[in-house]
């Protein structure tokens, strides 16, 4: 690890302001991602900004009847209020398939959006990647890509966003709150906050530089049966190979959403119109434009089978 500054941040205005203005400085609340990637050198901050005591630590009702969620929740407390549990269910169960009780208990709702994807390529430093250093090419391209994305992707990355929290916020239609360095606020609807890939992979999130996530709001409950699978190499501690976020109505209709395919959490509103004829009839829609490579096709019929597995639950 190199050596690096460090400064507890008094105020989200100020913590923001403080990135702007520091060359190369890192945001730190949990670490359970950061420090990781720090130990590897694939990431060496200047400066580590610690927001850990911003006491953005709230789960509090809106007054819309939604649910905002302070951007230091952890995963454990976010997973275990009642209020989540009872009218959003479909997030808890996401948060309870990742990681382990240890790492839940520490990794925050801010920190888990931004963790980076577990391609075998980006942790290597000894292999090319565009994601880890822009221009440098793409080893996964060409290597063994089973875990990778086979949707979205493009000539410079197949990488896979590999949290569950986000796939359960996208198919409930989060907003990521946020303050500038100017201490300006914004509203970033979930579907649009993870980029695709294109030409610039190392680019994440549209995020600007020094802008600090403070919440996440969850519009009013939608009711449904609500319904998180995650299909995975071992029981537990594992990334997601495919993951299905749906919420499902008694009239058929519902929402759904898909882990592990990605650059990032990936729903086609669209798709969700033939839920009522089906998985199949969804898949068709949801996967269209797939470019799977010969280790990962499989994905693709993956998904149909998760998704239909999780219909059936649904319908009890």
Partial sequence: MKPFTYNRASTPAAAAAEALRTPNAKFIAGGTNLL??????????????DVGGLK??????????????????????????????????????????????????????AGNLLQ?????????????????????????????????????????????????????????????????????TRSIPIA???????????????????????????????????IYRKVRDRASYAFALVSVAAVVQRDGTGRVAVGGVAHKPWRVEAAEAALPQGAQAVNARLMAGARPTQDNAFKVTLVERTLASALAEAKG
């Fill in 116 to 184: 980076r994807t577990r391609c075998p390529y980006f942790y290597d430093t000894n292999q090319p990647c565009n994601k880890r250093k822009p221009g440098s090419g793409c080893a996964a391209l060409g290597g063994y890509s089973r875990q990778l994305a086979v949707i979205g992707s493009s000539d410079a990355c197949i990488a896979t966003y590999p949290g569950d929290m986000a796939v359960a916020m996208r198919v409930l239609d989060a907003v990521v709150e946020t303050v500038q360095p100017d201490g300006i």
């Fill in 56 to 109: 953005l630590d709230r789960i509090e009702g809106t007054p819309d009847g939604g649910l905002r969620i302070g951007a230091l929740v952890t995963n454990t407390n976010l997973a275990s209020d009642t209020r989540v549990r009872r009218d959003y269910g479909v997030l808890s169960r996401a948060i309870v398939a990742g990681a382990s009780g240890q790492l839940r208990n520490k990794a925050t709702t």
């Fill in 36 to 49: 990781d990637l720090m130990k590897l050198q694939i990431e060496a901050p200047a400066h580590l900004i």
């Fill in 192 to 226: 649009d906050f993870h980029r695709l890939p294109g030409d610039t992979p190392h680019i994440d999130t549209v995020l600007k530089r020094g802008e600090l996530i403070t919440s996440v709001t969850l519009p009013k409950p939608i009711g449904g049966t609500q």
